[in-house]
């Protein structure tokens, strides 16, 4: 997403003082959203709902890492439901054909906070 560029029209619209329109709709309906990031998550969600590419939103200060936000495609990917997925951990996702390795690299990664 970062790498993209797609979200420079994100980081603009949030420079601008503004009220904050929510979409507790999209978000995980147990999660607490931070005051202090409250206008970046739900600009963050609104844009990512409609984008072409599967994305997932996590608190990782959030015990179990749930999954906050899944948009539209990652739905239409995996075949789950927002309700299925919201407040999981992505874990259940993997199955008896789950490739070990790429998952150590995606847990590695997430741990050192690094793109992969």
């Known amino acids: 997403f ?20 929510t979409h507790t709709d999209l978000l995980w309906d147990k999660y607490e959203v931070p005051a202090d990031l409250a206008g970046f998550i739900h600009s963050f969600v609104a844009f990512a709902e409609k984008f072409p590419m599967s994305i997932v939103l996590s608190d990782m200060a959030t015990p179990g890492n ?5 948009n ?13 997925t919201q407040g999981r951990n992505c874990r259940f996702l993997q199955g008896p054909k789950t490739e070990a390795a790429s998952a150590a690299v995606i847990q590695d990664t997430l741990r050192r906070g ?3």
């Open 72 to 84: 539209r495609e990652f739905c239409r990917l995996t075949g789950f439901t927002k309700k299925e």
């Open 2 to 21: 970062i790498c993209s560029g797609a979200y420079s029209g994100l980081i603009a619209s949030l420079s601008k003082p503004t009220k904050v329109t």
């Open 114 to 116: 690094a793109d992969c």
């Open 66 to 70: 749930p999954m906050l936000h899944v």
